[in-house]
């Protein structure tokens, strides 16, 4: 059992869908040799199939306290990496297929419908939803493996520890949220670490540090005076997703506000937002709605010529405040490579 437990936050409604975060990542975890598909952090457009494809309908998680049985995602659902055929199209004349994977064509990646939402003009809408590993508080993971391979440390971050792995992929199967990946060179199990050695120096993940939309907010939950106690234990406007899956996430949303929709007359329907309450509903419960009343009531008072704290820390006027301490500069640490 953790002592405490290390927590983020994501504001849905600064979320540039510029995937910093991503490559922030993928510079820094995943560029060895059989992790090309691996994206330990992903930003899909919602509503959408996200990666690995139809994600939400693989089952795993707990209900009632019993484990669910989980679909084992294929290296195809998440979305294999591809190369772009630059040569054959600019200098060899064959436009048309302009990637492939080993002579296929993909079906699927990443990112595959990102910007495509849902509703029908003037009322379309979409939005991104960063997603890491949750570092759950009733990890499936952990009471899915048997080799006792998956551990959850002091400070609250789930960890794979390869020396035990033997990559049965029972984890895979057991996640919800899908957020494991299988490394078949090393065939064990792998997925985002928290960023644990910057964490440990007191540096904040680098996917939250790199976020030029200063959406991630970092911070231990028992922490009275971090940005994410007051989130999600003060104010509750930070939710899990997707909390019927019994896993108790640590990874929290402040769920995203919506324009009103267009009436037939072209004039706006402020009854009827465009992103429908039971599709937020499905993603993140009840509170999700409970947490999108409050964030409007406070956005009101604020217009009426208030003052709200809630919005003052949302908005984030200085980044160093938004990481429960973990502000140190990188650059300052003497790293040591493994």
């Not at 922030?24 to 975890?29: E, Q, T």
């Not at 495509?116 to 952990?142: D, K, M, T």
């Amino acid at each position: 059992m953790s002592k405490r437990q290390l927590a983020m936050v994501m504001d849905l409604n600064k979320c540039l869908g510029c995937h910093t975060c991503t490559v922030a990542c993928k510079r820094l975890w995943t560029r060895d040799e059989a992790m090309e598909y691996m994206w330990w952090n992903t930003v899909n457009t919602m509503p959408g199939k996200g990666t690995p494809r139809d994600w939400e309908e693989m089952g795993g998680g707990f209900k009632d306290g019993k484990p669910q049985l989980g679909h084992l995602p294929s290296r195809e659902e998440f979305g294999d990496a591809w190369k772009y055929n630059h040569e054959e199209v600019f200098s060899g004349g064959k436009a048309g297929a302009h990637l492939e994977i080993q002579g296929k064509k993909p079906e699927w990646g990443p990112n595959w419908d990102e910007d495509q939402g849902a509703g029908e003009y003037p009322n379309s809408y979409f939005f991104y939803l960063p997603r890491i590993c949750n570092h759950c508080s009733s990890p499936a993971c952990v009471a899915a493996c048997p080799r006792k391979a998956i551990e959850k440390r002091e400070d609250g971050i789930v960890v794979i520890n390869e020396d035990r792995c033997r990559g049965y992929r029972f984890c895979m199967e057991a996640c919800p949220y899908k957020k494991i990946y299988f490394n078949p060179d090393k065939g064990v199990s792998q997925k985002c670490i928290f960023c644990f050695p910057r964490v440990e120096q007191g540096v904040s993940n680098a996917c939250a540090r790199q976020c030029p939309g200063r959406i991630r907010f970092v911070g231990y939950l028992d922490d009275e005076n971090s940005a994410v106690h007051k989130l999600v234990k003060k104010w509750k406007v930070a939710v899990r997703l997707h909390p019927e899956y019994g896993t108790k996430p640590n990874v929290y949303y402040v769920p995203p506000t919506s324009p009103m929709k267009f009436d037939a007359d072209g004039h706006l329907d402020e009854k009827n937002p465009r992103i429908p309450e039971d599709y937020l509903k499905f993603l993140f419960g009840e509170e999700g709605l409970e947490a999108k009343r409050i964030i409007d009531k406070e956005m009101a008072t604020v217009r009426n010529g208030g003052k709200s704290e809630i919005l003052s820390v949302l908005i984030a006027y200085k980044w160093s405040e938004m990481f429960g301490g973990f502000d140190t500069d990188p650059a300052t640490i003497e790293w040591t490579e493994v």
